[in-house]
């Protein structure tokens, strides 16, 4: 669950509807399960599914009128891993305020292949879009986190 829950928090701004999201991604895991065909890893089966339903939340959000949006979501109630260190945990709580500064398009590139693992053209079949697009996305939101990243207090040009 906190693996779930992360992932839809990782490509979702804000902590709003995360709970539901995980909560229907993990239902469609679940039926999921029977159409499981075991080529690769279980765990990359579970982030796809995780990843499609949280891409077919955001379309029907952006389908929807959207009422206003909270600006103070509460970072805090993110879910730690149970093996991760207290410095893991700031670190990936710090990442996701990072990750909140960016725009949806950068972002879900950035999480799909740096956190799940996905190549280019994998990224490209998974959002439907060219792969040179997906290439410049992917090279526009690293230099945007890290330009985020050097400029967060405490963080210089010469820190981890």
């Not at 080529?39 to 939340?57: I, N, P, Q, Y």
């Not at 949806?104 to 053209?121: I, T």
């Not at 290439?135 to 820190?159: C, F, H, Q």
Request: charged share 30%; glycine share 8%; no cysteine.
């Amino acid at each position: 669950m906190p693996r779930v829950r992360n992932l839809v928090r990782y490509l979702r701004r804000g902590d709003q509807d995360v709970d539901d999201i995980a909560q229907d991604a993990l239902m469609a895991i679940l039926r999921g399960l029977p159409g499981w065909r075991g080529e690769g890893t279980f765990k990359s089966w579970v982030d796809r599914v995780v990843a499609h339903t949280t891409f077919a939340h955001l379309r029907k959000a952006r389908a929807a009128p959207s009422p206003v949006e909270d600006e103070d979501d509460d970072l805090g109630e993110s879910v730690p891993s149970t093996d991760a260190t207290p410095e893991a945990y700031v670190f990936r709580r710090d990442m996701v305020r990072l990750l909140d500064a960016l725009s949806d398009e950068h972002r879900q590139v950035l999480v799909l292949h740096h956190v799940l693992g996905l190549s280019v053209p994998e990224i490209t079949e998974e959002l439907g879009i060219p792969l040179e697009t997906v290439r410049s996305r992917l090279r526009i939101g690293r230099a945007n986190l890290r330009a985020l990243y050097e400029g967060t207090p405490g963080r210089g040009k010469g820190s981890p």
